[in-house]
Structure formats: C-alpha cells, structure tokens
C-alpha cells in the first residue's frame, strides 16, 4: 500500500519498526534512518528477511533529510527522534511534499517549553502543498486524544470535565531510570503544573497537586497533576470542556531521585564547561542513565492509561473511564522493548496506517483527535493495545 520512512532509532523506533515489518500489505517497503546507522541495522536484524532498509541521516539538516526523501520517495515520513527534530522534518516533508506523523510536540532545545504553536504555524503551507501532518500519535498524546474523541462522539452529547491518568505500576529493578528519553522526560516532569479551568490556565508548583487515584487491576497509586501537551489541543478542540488536567504516578524513590538531581543542578539544559570543554549537564546525565531502550528484560508489572470523563448524556450527567493496561513483559517478549516505547509505538504504526489507507487524510496540520476515532479503536484491539470502558463509576477526581 505505501513507502514509509521512520526517522529515529531508539525504543520507539524498534517497536514502530517492528510492527510495521509485520504488516506488508500496508507498510510495502520501510526505511528505517537514524543518527547512529548501526542502531538502525541492529534493528532490522532483528525484524530479519530484509524487510527494513537502514541509513543514516541527521535530522537537524534539512538538505540531509531532502536527500534521503528524494532518494527513497516515501508516501509518509514518521518522526520517532526526539522533539527537536519537529521543525527540520516537517520543513523537508514540505519541500519534497510527503506527508509526516509524530509522537511529541516541538520543542526548542535551549528553553524547556513545549507547544503546538510552531507546528500549527505550517498549517497552511501544508495545505497548500496537499500533504497531512499527524500530530502528537503515540500513547499520550495519541491515544488519549482519541479515546476523548471516542467518548464525545459515542458517549456523550457535551464532555465537561477530563482528567487524563497516566500510571505506571512496572518496575525495573534499576534504583533511577526514566522510561523514554532521559532528557525529554526530565525537562517534562520538572517542570510547573498547569491545567485548564473555566476557560483559563492554572498554574500549579511542580507537584503540588496530589492524591492517590485506583487503577484498574493495579490498585491505588500516588498520582500527580502535570502538564501533558495533548490538554493544549484538546481544550481546543473540545471547547465545551470546563476543566482538563493530567495525571501521572510517580513512586518516592523517583521523586527523591529527581529532587536531587536538580538541587545539584544535574537537570539544567544550559551548557556548563568541564575541563575546557561545553558540556550541558541533563545531556551528560543521559549518557549514565540506563538506557530507556535496554530496560525491557527485567521489566514487571503494567502501565495503565486512560481518560476519565464526566459530562452530560441526554440532559444527565454521565461518568465514564476508559483505559487501556499494557504488561511490559508482554511487550517485550513481542518487541524487545518495555512497555512505555510499545504503547508509544504501536499507535505510530496505527496512526501510519490510517494515513495511508486514505482514512486520515487531509491537506493540514492535525491532531490526532480531530480524525475520525473509529477505524484507529478498532486497529488498537488488533494490535496489542486493548481498551476497555466503564459506565456511570466513581472518578475519584
Ligand atoms: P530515544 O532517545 O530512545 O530515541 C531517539 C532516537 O532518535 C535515537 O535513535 C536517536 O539517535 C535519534 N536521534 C536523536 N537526534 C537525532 C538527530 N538529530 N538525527 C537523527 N536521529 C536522531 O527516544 P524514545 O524512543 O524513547 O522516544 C522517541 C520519541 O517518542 C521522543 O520524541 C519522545 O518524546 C516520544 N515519546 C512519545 C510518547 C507518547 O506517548 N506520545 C511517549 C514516549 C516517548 P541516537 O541513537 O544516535 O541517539
């Protein structure tokens, strides 16, 4: 059905790949491109049967990327590098007129903010050139924004209040390690809360809101109010929508970990000088961390993400929670990965499909959840990310 061009090789990588290799009928021929070409050849030796080609690209440089899409002629370009590379992708997609899927918003390297306004700011010259950006298609965002689609198109005449609750119940065995890229994740949950209230934001000290929350097979779970990316949209494009809020488990143990890390400055993203060299200290600390990628085998336990939603359903109000649990263990006998990259991952690759089976098609800049919810929902059943809904229950929130 299409050619596709994966940019990044780390663990979302290898489960987009992967998952991708498995259905040839829709994904014909894949290349896989990265900075580092022998992560990206580790990979394919693992999917095998030369399903995957492999280059190397550095996705900073707009020529490079050129080049590389002038070569392969991909129908799709999916960014799975890190957020940074937003920007120069969407700039070679539009100059060589391919369309492109991503997993996380942009976000300036130098100054720890992410927002859509850069991305939505090529709205129309991706109109213009007829070709589709998907943004924010992995779990949240991704999954998220579309079980909030789902719910108000099948469960509710006005959704008003959505708490998005993120939970992770694995454990790695290893005393600190982040679960996707150690300094994309840092920089996001040091930062100051924020949620949306009555058609405003609310700025939070980091952490300050907390309780714990009961999830599904898992039990209670401290759980924090964060700024997460996909409320920015989400209030947008759900306007009836009186109050939106994140939440994310985090354990003590990581807690202390992360305070630690940034009383001794380990988390700032300006460069320092070592020994006559300009070193920024997050990105040394990524170098010692484990890497997200390589915590799989040891991986215990579940994820557990869902959006809890209470509204009105004709002229009553209505509660609903939809969720979806993942086993790292499961993910890793499939993939190689834990279970953060394949519940990132597997809805790339759905989000991919979905492009290039026409059903998420459209000249523009989009979020996930302005598509329509059903033909994904049905892929994520398919695919490894079951869902399951719950009616009229206590939310706790
Ligand atoms: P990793 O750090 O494991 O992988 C990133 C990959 O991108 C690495 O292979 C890296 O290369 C490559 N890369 C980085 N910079 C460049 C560059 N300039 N040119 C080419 N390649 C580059 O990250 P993850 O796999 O954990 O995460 C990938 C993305 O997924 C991130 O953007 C993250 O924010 C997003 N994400 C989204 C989630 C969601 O639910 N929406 C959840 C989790 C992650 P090298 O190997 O050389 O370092």
Same mark, same amino acid.
């Given at each position: 059905?299409?050619?596709?061009?994966?940019?990044?090789?780390?663990?979302?990588?290898?489960?987009?790949?992967?998952?991708?290799?498995?259905?040839?009928?829709?994904?014909?021929?894949?290349?896989?491109?990265?900075?580092?070409?022998?992560?990206?050849?580790?990979?394919?030796?693992?999917?095998?049967?030369? #399903?995957?080609?492999?280059?190397?690209?550095?996705?900073?440089?707009?020529?490079?990327?050129?080049?590389?899409?002038?070569?392969?002629?991909?129908?799709?370009?999916?960014?799975?590098? /890190?957020?940074?590379?937003? /920007?120069?992708?969407?700039?070679? &997609?539009?100059?060589?007129?391919?369309?492109?899927?991503?997993?996380?918003?942009?976000?300036?390297?130098?100054?720890?903010?992410?927002?859509?306004?850069?991305?939505?700011?090529?709205?129309?010259?991706?109109?213009?050139?007829?070709?589709?950006?998907?943004?924010? &298609?992995?779990?949240?965002?991704?999954?998220?924004?579309?079980?909030?689609?789902?719910?108000?198109?099948?469960?509710?005449?006005?959704?008003?209040?959505?708490?998005?609750?993120? &939970?992770?119940?694995?454990?790695?065995?290893?005393?600190?390690?982040?679960?996707?890229?150690?300094?994309?994740?840092?920089?996001?949950?040091?930062?100051?809360?924020?949620?949306?209230?009555? @058609?405003?934001?609310?700025?939070?000290?980091?952490?300050?809101?907390?309780?714990?929350?009961?999830?599904?097979?898992?039990?209670?779970?401290?759980?924090?109010?964060?700024?997460?990316?996909?409320?920015?949209?989400?209030?947008?494009?759900?306007?009836?929508?009186?109050?939106? #809020?994140?939440?994310?488990?985090?354990?003590?143990?990581?807690?202390?970990?992360?305070?630690?890390?940034?009383?001794?400055?380990?988390? #700032?993203?300006?460069?320092?000088?070592?020994?006559?060299?300009?070193?920024?200290?997050?990105?040394?600390?990524?170098?010692?961390?484990?890497?997200?990628?390589?915590?799989?085998?040891?991986?215990? @336990?579940?994820?557990?993400?869902?959006?809890?939603?209470? @509204?009105?359903?004709?002229?009553?109000?209505?509660?609903?929670?939809?969720?979806?649990? &993942?086993?790292?263990?499961?993910?890793?006998?499939?993939?190689?990965?834990?279970?953060?990259?394949?519940?990132?991952?597997?809805?790339?690759?759905?989000?991919?499909?979905?492009?290039?089976? @026409?059903?998420?098609? #459209?000249?523009?800049?989009?979020?996930?959840?302005?598509?329509?919810?059903?033909?994904?929902?049905?892929?994520?059943?398919?695919?490894?990310?079951?869902?399951?809904?719950?009616?009229?229950?206590?939310?706790?929130?």
């Amino acid at each position: 059905m299409g050619k596709v061009l994966i940019i990044g090789a780390g663990g979302v990588g290898t489960v987009v790949a992967v998952k991708m290799a498995g259905l040839p009928d829709v994904f014909t021929e894949i290349l896989l491109a990265s900075r580092t070409k022998s992560k990206c050849d580790a990979i394919a030796a693992q999917v095998g049967g030369n #399903r995957i080609q492999t280059a190397q690209v550095d996705a900073d440089n707009v020529p490079e990327l050129v080049a590389l899409i002038k070569r392969f002629q991909p129908d799709l370009v999916v960014n799975v590098a /890190l957020p940074y590379q937003d /920007l120069t992708i969407m700039d070679a &997609c539009l100059e060589c007129r391919v369309s492109y899927l991503d997993t996380a918003n942009y976000e300036p390297i130098d100054e720890a903010k992410f927002e859509y306004s850069w991305q939505w700011a090529y709205k129309e010259r991706f109109e213009k050139a007829g070709i589709t950006a998907i943004l924010g &298609c992995g779990f949240d965002p991704g999954v998220t924004s579309v079980f909030t689609a789902h719910a108000a198109k099948h469960h509710f005449d006005e959704i008003q209040y959505l708490d998005i609750v993120d &939970c992770n119940a694995g454990d790695h065995g290893k005393a600190f390690a982040t679960n996707f890229n150690p300094e994309i994740n840092i920089r996001e949950v040091t930062q100051r809360g924020k949620y949306w209230e009555n @058609g405003q934001w609310v700025e939070t000290e980091p952490h300050e809101i907390h309780k714990p929350l009961t999830y599904p097979d898992i039990g209670p779970k401290e759980s924090y109010v964060i700024y997460h990316e996909e409320l920015e949209s989400l209030v947008k494009n759900f306007p009836t929508l009186k109050r939106a #809020r994140f939440w994310m488990t985090f354990g003590q143990e990581y807690l202390t970990h992360l305070r630690v890390i940034q009383n001794i400055g380990m988390a #700032r993203i300006d460069p320092v000088l070592y020994n006559g060299v300009e070193i920024v200290p997050i990105q040394f600390l990524k170098a010692v961390l484990p890497n997200p990628g390589d915590l799989g085998e040891n991986y215990t @336990g579940w994820t557990s993400i869902g959006c809890r939603i209470r @509204g009105l359903k004709d002229g009553k109000e209505k509660t609903y929670y939809i969720y979806n649990n &993942c086993s790292h263990e499961v993910a890793f006998k499939e993939t190689g990965t834990q279970g953060v990259s394949y519940t990132t991952g597997v809805p790339c690759m759905i989000g991919a499909m979905m492009y290039l089976q @026409g059903k998420w098609k #459209r000249p523009g800049v989009y979020n996930v959840e302005e598509f329509n919810p059903d033909p994904f929902m049905a892929e994520l059943n398919r695919h490894g990310l079951p869902w399951i809904e719950l009616h009229d229950v206590d939310l706790e929130v």
